[in-house]
C-alpha cells in the first residue's frame, strides 16, 4: 500500500503537467487570421470623348497594396490614380477595362474591374484645351548656361516632386502639394497665378514667364523652355517636362 500511494501521486502529477502543457500549445495558436482583401473601386466617368481623363477611388478593404491595370499597356501602383484614355481611332469608339488588384499582409489577392468608353473627338482639341484638360506633373527640370547642362530636378526633395500643377481653362494657374509634403504645416496651394497662349499657339505665357513648346504637345505631355536668370545673376534656360 505504501508504494501505491507514490505511484498514484506520481501518475496525478504527470496528468497535471500534461493537462497544463496542451493547454499552453493550443493557446499559442490562438492567433487572428489576417482578414482576406476585397477590391472595390469607382470612377468619376465612364465614358467621354478623347482624351478623356478619369480619376479612380479606391474604396478597397482589408488591402495593403494595389496594382492597376489600366487596359492600354499603362499601370499604376498608386491608391487611387488618375489615367488619361486617348483614343486614336478617327470612326469608332473604343473601350478599356481597368483592373484593380488588391492584396494584403500575406499577399493574397482580389480582383475587380470596370470599362471605360472613349468616343472619338468630333473635333481635336485645341492646345488650351489640352493644357486645361487636368493636372499635370513634373518629371524633369533642367538648366542650361551656355556651356553646363545642370539637372535641377535631380536635386530636388522628393516632397517637392509629387506638386501638381493645374492650368484652368478661365486662365488661371495653381501649384499644389502632392501626396507628400516637406512641412505639415504648409499650405495646400503653393502658389497661382495667370496664363495664356498666343493665338497662333505657340507661346504659352505663364506670368510674366513666355514659354515655348520644345516638343509638340500631347495629352499626356509636354515639354517647355523659357529664360531666367539663375542664383548668380547668370542667364540660363530652362526646360521642364510635364506629364499626366
Known sequence: MKQFIPTLKFSFMALLAGGFLFLTSCSGDDTTPTADPVASFAADKTSGTTPLI?????????ATRYEWDFGDGSSSTSNAPSHTFSNTSTSSARSFTVTLRAFNADGKSSTTSKTINVEVATTPPTKKEIIAAGPWKITGIKQFDGTTTTDVYFQMDNC?????????????????????????????IIDSGTWTLSSDGTVFKVDDEEWTFVNPLTPNAMKISFDDTDFNGNKVEVTIDFVR
Open 54 to 62: 478619369v480619376t479612380f477611388t479606391n474604396s478597397s478593404s482589408g
Open 160 to 188: 517637392d516632386k509629387d506638386d501638381i500643377y493645374s492650368f484652368q481653362a478661365n486662365g488661371s494657374w495653381t501649384n499644389e502639394e502632392g501626396a507628400t509634403k516637406c512641412d505639415s504645416s504648409d499650405p495646400t
